[in-house]
């Protein structure tokens, strides 16, 4: 979309168009485009009413990044981001399937906005145009508790469903550390965990149905339940999508009764390989724990100390149970034994409550990873007979790689499956280049590495982060031959390109 | 006093972990009018990527300075100050809203926001002083009368202060605080001046404006050894002990209770004023949805001036959150709240009712 902005790097950034843009701007006069901006931008107000339309340009430098490090520190050294035209706030389904009839006429992208909390760029505006923000669709339209399932619009805050779900003595266990900020919509879109991921599933795994309003606008309704042999479970292609494929604007979720108990255990272990055994074991065992979160040494050192207060040396495991408290208590039973077997030191209750009670605390400032900071999370999930040495690859290739940056690598072992676990990488750079150019060339040289590092070690490059515009080039890499049929069905779906342009790999 | 205020919002720009627990930010949807909005507005502008005009100045005026992100920080960023600081930056600039210099003028020569009458003098002594207020005084003085009553009821007998006066938040707030740092230096001599070593206020507002606000914005020291407390609390205590005794209600309306402005401030005070209303109701108070920590406000801030149509929204979203509770009724203690909510009530069809009106009214004889 070509607008009359003050250049903040739009869809014409470069252009001599823009050039004289900005300069009959400078002059005082609107330019020939701002004509035709003013007339869609009165089409999208009668959709939305006046009062849900923003083209301020403080708004439109607010929704210009999202919770990636790179447009973050770009910011940060003092340059402006792409900018969106119109920030839009629809009511309804309805009113966002208008929206995209208008943005198919006139060639506009459209770009799904839920918290804003994603860590990979999935909702920045590239290419200008409509930011989509969902928040307004924030109702909850149905608990039944005799199903056991919840039924909302996808712009709820996350902890603001959990409340209302919590005042009838029910949960939605899907616990991210982005509760606070992220939506119902943002838990699905980019196939996020929580952290008892490992027992409830991925959010994913609990929803049953959706409503999505298609790139052509049509509002359609996947089945009411997933569990059919009714034909390919369609339903799954919009999970992952980011927006690419169409925008979620309701689901139904599994949700269940608050335990009646949650049992937590710290463990260390001298050494990360008896640890990830240990978890393997409890998982192949089907002892059912909510969750097991294994700090590698490294981060068990740092990461421990900053967050808990705790100096210690090894790979530090916390261990979860919940549900009925003689069931839950046998699982532990079951659990301490293997690994009191694989050398662990059981040390109690206190350091394991204390780490639930505070696992979120990472994410306030200024316990935070935080500016002028770099840092990415390049995590990687795969079977268990690879992920300690995908682990062991990356370690190597990225400490070695970039010693002279004094990089910091860390990692755990996050979500558990039956067959193997998510590893959540990060590094850490304290003090980078200056230079924004020069810091976002070296972040994306640090990904490269790592990325590469988990591919040729058979990972896949992400467990729940999603892919937005920082993994999108990793993706026919990923999917091989697989990444044809994406863009087959992409095509089809959106040929005109308009959904979250530029982004899980899908360009303009 | 906390040192360079408006730094916190370097630190606060990235963090979302308050998000859900902004009034303005659930009430707009519009991520500017979030915390982590404003802290990058003010960084941004710093950054010189914006800069402060009309339409930025009114979104930076938009936050409600209710106290309710910070009290969900586990590290407790002082972001309510960094925007009180960052307004101040703007009304130095002289581009704050004209609202803002219309009310400093105000509260220069009345020392109150509602009428063009000075404060009464303090010519009381006592052990115990109590702040009195301009809402109280101005707009519902009730709640005093009842207030005194009940602390008669437990042999308390304070000297009143501050009769008419701000505490200076409002001033704050706006971005004045040379004028909310008058206006305090006067409500603390005038303190001085009653010899008390404890000192009663009626609402959290004033509690938050005299235990944290002056020392935190202000630079001002509460004089050594003056305790300071607030009513409710202390009421409830005293019931509790047994020296203070309320019959019930004949009243059968289905009240909500309100947690007022500025609750979410005072953490500790949330099962107090329940304690109370259950021992006068014929049943316990309904519950609002936005309750005790995660409490929202009413419109009796500064928005109130500067954004009148989200101070409506603010006091309009508390009573559609009572009839959605199935009350038929909303009680709370603040004045303020109380003058927001009487004055939107009759469109949701909600009768109000002052607690410490209410409490007064059913002392045992």
């Known amino acids: 979309m070509k607008t009359d902005s003050d250049g903040f790097s739009d869809s014409m950034s470069g252009s001599t168009e823009l050039a004289s843009v900005v300069e009959a701007r400078k002059a005082g006069r609107y330019s020939p485009l701002k004509f035709h901006y003013e007339m869609i931008r009165s089409e999208l107000e009668e959709i939305v009413g006046t009062d849900h339309i923003s083209t301020e340009d403080s708004d439109r430098l607010i929704y210009s990044s999202d919770w990636f490090w790179a447009p973050q520190m770009w910011l940060d050294r003092g340059h402006p981001l792409p900018l969106p035209d119109y920030i839009v706030h629809p009511g309804s389904a309805d009113e966002i399937s208008q929206i995209l009839e208008i943005a198919n006429k006139y060639d506009i992208p459209v770009i799904p906005w839920g918290g804003g909390s994603g860590t990979q760029g999935g909702a920045l505006s590239l290419y200008g145009g409509i930011i989509v923000d969902l928040k307004r669709l924030d109702q909850i339209i149905d608990i039944d508790e005799q199903s056991l399932t919840v039924t909302a619009q996808a712009g709820i805050n996350g902890t603001q469903l959990e409340w209302a779900l919590n005042e009838r003595g029910l949960t939605l266990p899907h616990y991210p550390a982005s509760a606070n900020c992220a939506t119902l919509g943002g838990y699905l879109a980019p196939r996020g965990s929580g952290t008892i991921s490992t027992k409830y599933g991925k959010a994913e795994d609990l929803v049953l149905t959706m409503q999505v309003v298609l790139p052509n606008g049509r509002v359609i309704r996947t089945p009411g339940v997933p569990n059919h042999a009714s034909g390919p479970d369609y339903m799954r292609l919009f999970l992952g999508s980011e927006g690419t494929l169409g925008i979620i604007t309701e689901a139904t979720m599994q949700v269940d009764y608050l335990p009646e108990t949650r049992l937590l255990r710290a463990l260390l272990f001298d050494d990360l390989g008896n640890a990830i055994e240990a978890g393997r074991r409890m998982m192949t065992r089907r002892l059912d724990p909510m969750v097991i979160r294994l700090y590698d040494p490294d981060s068990t050192a740092l990461r421990l100390k900053a967050i808990l207060d705790l100096e210690l040396e090894g790979a530090y495991m916390v261990v979860g149970f919940d549900g009925d408290p003689d069931i839950a208590a046998l699982q532990e039973e079951k659990a301490m034994e293997i690994c009191s077997d694989l050398g662990a030191r059981d040390l109690g209750r206190e350091p394991g409550e204390r780490w639930w009670n505070h696992r979120y605390d990472f994410y306030y400032p200024p316990k935070n990873l935080k500016m002028p900071w770099m840092f990415g999370t390049t995590e990687s999930v795969s079977t268990f007979d690879k992920i300690k040495r995908i682990w062991e690859a990356q370690k190597v290739a990225v400490e070695e790689g970039y010693s002279d940056w004094d990089v910091t690598y860390i990692a755990h072992f996050s979500h558990w499956f039956h067959w193997g676990s998510a590893m959540y990488s990060r590094f850490i750079i304290e003090q980078p280049p200056e230079d924004a150019e020069e810091a976002i060339r070296l972040h994306n040289r640090i990904w490269n590495t790592a990325v590469s590092a988990s591919l040729e070690n058979g990972g896949m490059i992400n467990e729940h982060h999603g892919v937005g515009l920082k993994l999108g080039r990793y993706m026919r890499r990923q999917y091989g031959e697989g990444w044809n049929l994406l863009l087959t069905l992409k095509q089809a779906i959106d040929p005109n390109g308009i959904m979250n342009p530029g982004k899980v790999g899908f360009g303009r | ?365």
């Open chain 2, 1 to 365: 006093m906390i040192d360079n205020p408006i730094d916190v919002a370097e630190r606060c720009r990235h963090s979302l972990m308050c998000r859900h627990v902004c009034p303005i930010g659930n009430l707009t949807h519009n991520e500017t009018l979030s915390p982590h909005g404003w802290a990058q507005l003010i960084s941004l502008e710093r950054r010189g990527l914006s800069t402060w005009n009309e339409e930025t100045v009114d979104a930076l005026y938009a936050c409600a300075d209710c106290g309710s992100c910070r009290a969900h920080c586990v590290t407790s960023q002082a972001l309510p100050e960094a925007i009180a600081a960052a307004r101040a930056e703007v009304v130095e600039r002289q581009a704050a809203p004209a609202v803002v210099y219309e009310m400093e003028a105000q509260l220069r020569k009345w020392e109150n926001p509602h009428v063009q009458e000075k404060p009464v003098p303090a010519d009381d002594t006592s052990d115990v002083a109590l702040f009195v207020g301009d809402d109280v005084h101005f707009l519902r003085p009730s709640v005093l009368e009842a207030a005194l009553k009940l602390l008669a009821a437990v042999g308390v007998e304070p000297a009143l202060f501050g009769k008419g006066r701000s505490t200076g938040y409002l001033a704050s707030s706006l971005g004045l605080p040379d004028l909310a740092r008058d206006l305090a230096d006067t409500n603390v001599e005038e303190l001085n001046a009653t010899g008390a070593r404890k000192l009663f206020v009626l609402t959290p507002g004033a509690y938050f404006a005299f235990g944290q606000m002056y020392d935190e914005r202000l630079g001002l020291r509460m004089p050594s050894g003056v305790e300071l407390m607030e009513v409710v609390p202390f009421l409830a205590a005293k019931l509790e002990a047994g020296d203070l005794h309320l019959d019930k209600s004949d009243d059968a309306v289905a009240y909500a209770y309100v947690d007022p402005t500025h609750a979410v401030r005072v953490p500790d005070r949330h099962e107090a004023p329940r304690r109370l209303l259950r021992a006068v109701l014929q049943s316990p108070p309904k519950e609002l949805f936005w309750r005790n920590e995660r409490a929202y406000p009413c419109g009796n801030l500064a928005l109130a001036f500067t954004q009148p149509a989200l101070s409506q929204s603010l006091t309009e979203a508390r009573l559609k959150d009572a009839v959605d509770v199935e009350a038929h009724g909303v009680i709370t203690e603040d004045a303020g709240s109380l003058v927001h909510l009487e004055k939107y009530a009759p469109s949701f069809d909600l009768r109000v009712q002052g607690f410490y009106e209410l409490l007064a009214a059913h002392l045992a004889s």
